[in-house]
């Protein structure tokens, strides 16, 4: 009985360790992420001109998760660099969409195709009723 009860306890933790470290693994995601830089004369991008910064997916739980920017600018982009936004998350064999929906008013709402295989992946803009990549590589790489 003594051994049935040892293996049932050690199963138990061991099965409790492995979902505690996929937890803890998923609990919070960030990738590297260029920011570009709009000519204040033009407001145009320059793909040239860019700020590196990080975004980063937390507390994913059922398709809901929560999308921040860190980035060192003077100025950040106010509809995104407001801190924690809620985001929509869809994951597939090998991708993770994240979409935000800015709250701030006047805000669009934007998506991110990211690779789970490390390569990178794209930032995307919502034109009429399609979303459409923005043209820009944005690194999107996991941070070390």
Request: charged residues 25%; positive net charge; aromatic residues 10%.
């Amino acid at each position: 009985m003594t051994t049935r009860l040892s293996r049932f306890h050690s199963l138990f933790l061991l099965a409790a360790a492995a979902a505690f470290a996929v937890t803890a693994a998923q609990a919070q995601e960030s990738w590297n992420y260029k920011s570009y830089i709009k000519d204040p004369n033009s407001g145009t991008y320059d793909k040239t001109k860019f700020r590196t910064s990080t975004i980063s997916l937390k507390d994913e739980k059922d398709g809901k998760g929560t999308f921040r920017m860190i980035t060192a600018a003077a100025r950040p982009d106010p509809c995104i660099s407001a801190g924690d936004l809620p985001a929509e998350v869809v994951r597939s064999a090998e991708t993770i969409t994240i979409t935000v929906i800015p709250p701030l008013h006047g805000c669009a709402p934007f998506r991110y195709v990211i690779k789970l295989d490390g390569s990178g992946g794209v930032r995307m803009a919502r034109r009429n009723d399609d979303w459409a990549p923005d043209g820009f590589d944005h690194d999107l790489t996991p941070t070390k």
